[in-house]
């Protein structure tokens, strides 16, 4: 039987339902420059911090733009939809309010802060969530463990008594190389691509048996 005595969880993909908007951001502004993405590329940037899209990007398809410039319009693009789609994952909200005051929560982040205070203003994650990692406290970016075992640190946590939800590659790999309990909620990657992990949810409401 786990001890749980926290819970972490991703934002992207886990928390908000914001993987659909970035790859339709994102198709757009490739678009732009005439390309299109193959469908198995999306999975390399699922989890992805900004810099590393769009350094990994630029290079993978020969974009020949300011890296300045090609930013800024990615941005925009995904300002645009956040502002007109953005929305919390099904049954978080729930499953938030059943494990509020029996756990220390945190939230970790491969976002910058400002795209973290973007979603901020339209969500109010600031109201679930007081302890936030951001990528830019980090040296390094998930998939390296230091983001996860900075919040351990900061909630004194044991990663044997925290439970980590994620949702990509990436953030699975860092929450995995920070020893703790790893689930993984469906939607952004395919269940085969999955490493595997104490349990794959589909909602959030499938671990009440456990927390």
């Known amino acids: 039987m786990l001890e749980i005595k926290g819970i ?13 908007l970035y790859q ?6 490739f678009k732009e420059y005439g390309i299109d993405i193959p469908d198995e590329d999306w999975k390399i940037f699922r989890g ?5 899209f769009y350094k990994i990007s630029m290079k993978r398809y020969n974009i020949k733009e300011q890296r300045e410039i090609f930013i800024e319009k990615g941005r925009q693009y995904i300002k645009k939809e956040f502002k007109s789609s953005l929305s919390y994952k099904n049954s978080f909200k729930d499953f938030y309010n059943y494990i509020k005051y029996k756990y220390k929560l945190g939230l970790v982040t491969a976002s910058p802060k400002h795209s973290f205070d973007y979603v901020d203003s339209i969500l109010g994650i ?3 969530f007081k302890n936030v990692i951001t990528n830019d406290d980090c040296k390094n970016s998930k998939p390296h463990p230091e ?3 900075k919040m351990m640190y900061l909630l004194n946590l ?3 008594e925290t439970l980590i939800i994620e949702d990509s ?11 703790a309990n790893v689930v993984s909620i469906t939607g952004s990657i395919d269940i085969k691509d999955m490493p595997i992990v104490f349990r794959v949810i589909e909602d959030f409401n499938e671990l009440r048996d456990i927390v």
């Open 8 to 20: 972490l969880f991703d934002l992207d993909g886990t928390v908000i339902d914001s993987e659909r």
């Open 24 to 29: 339709k951001a994102e198709i757009k502004l």
């Open 48 to 52: 992805c911090s900004e810099q590393n």
């Open 126 to 128: 600031t109201n679930y």
């Open 147 to 149: 983001p996860y075992l």
């Open 158 to 160: 044991d990663p044997r």
């Open 169 to 179: 590659i990436n953030g699975i790999s860092s929450a995995k190389a920070a020893g």
